[in-house]
């Protein structure tokens, strides 16, 4: 699959009316980070979109939480002509060191593992980048207020089940996405079942600020309870993110701040030296989830509500994101007359299955294979990441696989 330029971010104009009314019409259920990306990614593909939350505009940008961002996502924003803006906002980090404290083998990745021969240096040069949720909200709401394709309904309660449209939309809409995340009610009224894998680890995010630590420097720390991130945010901060039994998790939440920083310090690398919390640890559960179809008629279901998985690696925004890719590549096709609007969703569902798949698996393999002490995978480990620090050619592939997804190696070779 070829890589496609970025597109000039060209301020979005009104359409004709003669237009208006002849342009496939969309419902976007949810204005979470997939949802509001979603509206705006139709939107340029020549839909007229109505997006609803129950949620107020405030309300859906209150969440203290930061994603990390891929070459896949930038990818997709450049073209959507979105990047430039959160490109500002963003932190990028240069490295990713990736430690195995139990094998006691570390390696890291850089700017010469990245080569993307047709980015700019600056994007060449950064692993990735952290994005803070309530930046990224701020920035989607401002786009979808402004595009005049698009009607916003936040804040109103939206009834279950097949849902209506502003009355200046003449029928039913030709497509309808459910974005309303992992438990999406719009999933279970159209009746599509999902499948469900608690992982015995849960996850605890917290904002932190470190005495020392490069400022672009990310971590994946492979330990037995669980894999730990931590994702810097600029001015000294970083977020933490720690896998580990429920049970543990609890306890953790419950400490006073200084408890909590010791326990942190205990855990981290003595490189990495927490000073001070800046905010209340928050623990959620982690599963794998999926979706037994990612369609049903016109629905399409995009995002958490479709699939879900482990937060290591930082893939989950991403995957959610390169669903809005997939939906949008399809709805472009429908607006140029090349496909039957009533048919984007199921051209859509059946063109995911092979990233979410290989995504789910492989992050699900990371969590199984690192989380323990299990003597012969032990030394697989040490071994293969022996390999993967002499191997630069090695370092590069599952660094590509990682931030591109695992079906767009072939990108490899063709940039
Ligand atoms: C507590 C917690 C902390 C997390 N922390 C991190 C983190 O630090 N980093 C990270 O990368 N990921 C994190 N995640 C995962 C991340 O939040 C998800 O990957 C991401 O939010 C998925 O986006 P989404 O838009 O698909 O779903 P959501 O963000 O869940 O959005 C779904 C939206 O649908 C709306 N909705 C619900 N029902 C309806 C309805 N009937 N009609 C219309 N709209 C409806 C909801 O109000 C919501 O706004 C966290 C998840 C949780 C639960």
């Not at 002509?81 to 990028?92: N, S």
């Not at 051209?347 to 798949?357: F, I, Q």
Request: aromatic share 6%.
């Amino acid at each position: 699959m070829s890589v496609l330029a970025p597109a000039p971010a060209a301020a979005p104009t009104r359409p004709l009316i003669s237009e208006w009314s002849t342009m496939p019409r969309a419902h976007v259920l949810g204005g979470g980070p997939t949802g509001a990306l979603t509206a705006l990614a139709l939107a340029q593909a020549g839909w007229r979109v109505q997006l609803t939350d129950p949620l107020s505009g405030a309300q859906l940008q209150a969440r203290r939480r930061a994603y990390a961002l891929s070459h896949s996502s930038r990818l997709f924003l450049q073209r959507l002509g979105l990047w430039q803006q959160l490109a500002e906002l963003a932190i990028p980090f240069r490295s990713l060191r990736l430690c195995d404290l139990e094998a006691g083998r570390a390696i890291g990745f850089g700017p010469a593992e990245v080569g993307f021969g047709s980015a700019s240096p600056a994007e060449a040069g950064a692993v990735g980048w952290i994005l803070q949720h309530q930046l990224l909200m701020r920035s989607l709401l401002e786009r979808l207020e402004a595009h005049p394709a698009i009607s916003l309904r936040l804040g109103e309660a939206e009834s279950r089940g097949v849902p209506s449209l502003d009355p200046d939309c003449l029928g039913p809409p030709d497509l309808v996405v459910a974005a309303d995340g992992s438990s999406s009610p719009t999933r279970e009224s159209a009746g599509i079942g999902h499948w469900r894998l608690p992982y015995g680890q849960g996850c605890l995010t917290a904002q932190v600020r470190l005495r020392s630590s490069a400022p672009d420097q990310a971590w994946e720390l492979f330990r037995r309870e669980g894999p730990f991130a931590v994702l810097p945010l600029g001015d000294g901060t970083a977020q933490m993110v720690w896998s580990a039994p429920a049970g543990r998790l609890r306890q953790l939440e419950a400490l006073d701040p200084v408890a909590f920083l010791d326990a942190l310090a205990a855990t981290l690398p003595d490189s990495l030296q927490p000073e001070a919390l800046l905010e209340r640890p928050r623990a959620f559960p982690v599963a794998l989830e999926l979706a037994r179809s990612f369609h049903r008629g016109s629905l399409a279901l995009v995002g958490e509500a479709a699939h879900r998985c482990h937060p290591v690696g930082g893939q989950g925004m991403n995957l959610c994101w390169r669903d809005v890719e997939e939906l949008q590549r399809q709805a472009l096709r429908a607006a140029a007359g090349k496909l039957s609007p009533a048919a984007v969703a199921a051209a859509y569902g059946r063109r995911r299955w092979p990233d979410v798949l290989l995504t789910l698996l492989s992050t699900d393999l990371l969590v199984r294979i690192f989380s323990n002490r299990q003597p012969l995978l032990l030394r697989g480990r040490r071994l293969a990441l022996g390999l993967m620090g002499r191997s630069s050619t090695l370092r590069h592939l599952s660094l590509k696989a990682m931030t591109l997804g695992p079906c767009r190696l072939a990108a490899l070779w063709s940039e």
